[in-house]
């Protein structure tokens, strides 16, 4: 009879792991990324997370990285505890299909970075976050004027491009 019973116990954690994984690949589609995508972001392979939707259960580190991604606790990915209320990200207003791969790329490896960027001290990630400010800046107005460029705007436009790369060279 004892047999029986571990057998039923390996059954229920069986079942109980492949929900997991289901959870954690509904999080990941949530998300709106490719495996691969998710695996960059959580610093794992591919087949890692392939392995984890599959229903081996991530360690407890990754657990809490993949709930703080999806906005919900890990008690709900391992128990299907009532999720909490999910936060909007400003990404969720446009679906993944719309958003081109670079931009895509892009916002994994940010992502990855707001994960790698928790542990700093704080004054640490103000000037982390100051200087991708300006990084972000000056890419919109170059991509800017290279879309005027591409729209025709010709030498007026070739003209305020090589001005502002001037201005950019100069301390």
Same mark, same amino acid.
């Given at each position: ?29 949530? @998300?709106?990324?490719?495996?691969? =995508?998710?695996?960059? *972001? ?8 392939? %392995? +984890? &939707? ?52 892009? @916002?994994?490896?940010?992502?990855? =970075?707001?994960?790698? *960027? ?8 103000? %000037? +982390? &976050? ?42």
């Amino acid at each position: 009879m004892a047999a029986h019973a571990s057998f039923v116990d390996h059954q229920r954690l069986h079942m109980r792991a492949t929900e997991v994984g289901e959870r954690i690949g509904q999080i990941r589609e949530k @998300l709106g990324l490719t495996q691969g =995508e998710f695996a960059e *972001l959580l610093a794992v392979t591919r087949a890692s997370i392939a %392995r +984890y &939707e599959a229903g081996r259960v991530p360690n407890l580190r990754l657990l809490r990285q993949i709930a703080r991604l999806g906005g919900v606790s890990v008690g709900w990915i391992l128990q299907d505890a009532p999720p909490q209320k999910p936060r909007r990200t400003r990404d969720e207003t446009t679906s993944p299909p719309d958003i081109p791969e670079p931009v895509r790329s892009l @916002l994994v490896f940010l992502r990855a =970075e707001r994960i790698k *960027l928790a542990p700093l001290p704080k004054e640490r990630r103000k %000037r +982390y &976050e100051d200087r991708l400010l300006e990084l972000v800046a000056r890419v919109k107005q170059d991509l800017e004027e290279y879309r005027h460029l591409l729209e025709g705007g010709g030498a007026q436009s070739r003209r305020r491009s090589k001005q502002s790369s001037k201005q950019r060279r100069t301390p």
